[in-house]
């Protein structure tokens, strides 16, 4: 956890697993729109849901570090996915990608199922905010 971040955490509330209740940071403000499975020449070569979401990721951790941030700066995310079954069917192969290019951090998260996407090949769209210390 980053210095300017603390974890909020009620008494007696069982500890979310995956991401956290909520955070409370200081510092430089980071907004990255959301960010899909396309790598950077904007091609889809994942074409199943997890792939997309690693590169999802990784594409999200390109923009941070061009705030001088990385993902342990990261205070919210919201994922929207086409099909939540196939989200949930996925989760143990977007764990691993997930701590692979986040790693053990877990801000606040929300993931909501969308009628659609703008890019048509894509099944998730990932926003996040992140706070770098000043």
């Known amino acids: 956890m980053a210095p300017n971040i603390e974890i909020l955490q009620p008494?007696?509330?069982?500890?979310?697993?995956?991401?956290?209740?909520?955070?409370?940071?200081?510092?430089?403000?980071?907004?990255?729109?959301?960010?899909?499975g396309w790598e950077p020449d904007g091609?889809?070569?994942?074409?199943?849901?997890?792939?997309?979401?690693?590169q999802a990721l990784a594409n999200i951790v390109e923009v941070l570090a061009e705030a001088g941030a990385g993902p342990e700066h990261?205070?919210?995310?919201?994922?929207?996915?086409?099909d939540k079954r196939v989200y949930v069917a996925s989760y143990e192969d977007i764990g691993k990608a997930y701590r692979e290019i986040i790693g053990r951090h877990f801000p606040a998260m929300t993931a909501?199922?969308?009628?659609?996407?703008?890019?048509?090949?894509?099944?998730?769209?990932?926003?996040?905010?992140?706070?770098?210390?000043?």
């Open 11 to 36: 008494a007696g509330w069982p500890r979310p697993r995956g991401y956290s209740n909520g955070l409370a940071a200081r510092g430089k403000q980071v907004f990255i729109s959301g960010m899909i």
């Open 74 to 82: 990261i205070v919210r995310m919201t994922w929207y996915v086409l």
């Open 43 to 54: 091609v889809f070569r994942a074409k199943d849901f997890a792939g997309q979401v690693r």
């Open 112 to 134: 909501v199922q969308v009628a659609g996407l703008v890019e048509d090949e894509a099944q998730v769209e990932i926003e996040v905010t992140a706070v770098v210390p000043d």
